[in-house]
Nanobody, 122 residues
Framework: QVQLVESGGGLVQAGGSLRLSCAAS????????IGWFRQAPGKDRDFVTA????????LYADSVKGRFTISRDNAKNTVYLQMNSLKPEDTAVYYC???????????????WGQGTQVTVSS
């Protein structure tokens, strides 16, 4: 089993940057793919990006390609989401999630963190 804790959210102006972290407990962390999802008020939970257990395979939503970068440090049991050129429409609660296989829908993931708020002001 994996427990996930997100951090790094906050308030930033449009055009700014934030780096989110997803820290995991459990010795099997390096066996799991990690995904990031986001959910704005009144909207569905949307896929943002994901990374395979090895880090060799990454997936991005079209809306964040070229602006967001996912990476992982298995020695630190942590996945990072570097977000640059932030826009007001990026405002949401960001969740990380873990599963054995990389995927792009929330149903693909078994374990979830509690989320961290990202607010981008215009």
């Amino acid at each position: 089993q994996v427990q996930l804790v997100e951090s790094g959210g906050g308030l930033v102006q449009a055009g700014g940057s934030l780096r989110l972290s997803c820290a995991a407990s459990g010795r099997t962390f390096k066996s799991y793919a990690i995904g990031w999802f986001r959910q704005a008020p009144g909207k569905d939970r949307d896929f943002v990006t994901a990374i395979s257990w090895s880090g060799d395979n990454t997936l991005y939503a079209d809306s964040v390609k070229g602006r967001f970068t996912i990476s992982r440090d298995n020695a630190k049991n942590t996945v990072y989401l570097q977000m640059n050129s932030l826009k007001p429409e990026d405002t949401a609660v960001y969740y990380c999630a873990a599963n054995r296989f990389i995927g792009t829908t929330h149903r693909d993931y078994d374990y979830w963190g509690q989320g961290t708020q990202v607010t981008v002001s215009s």
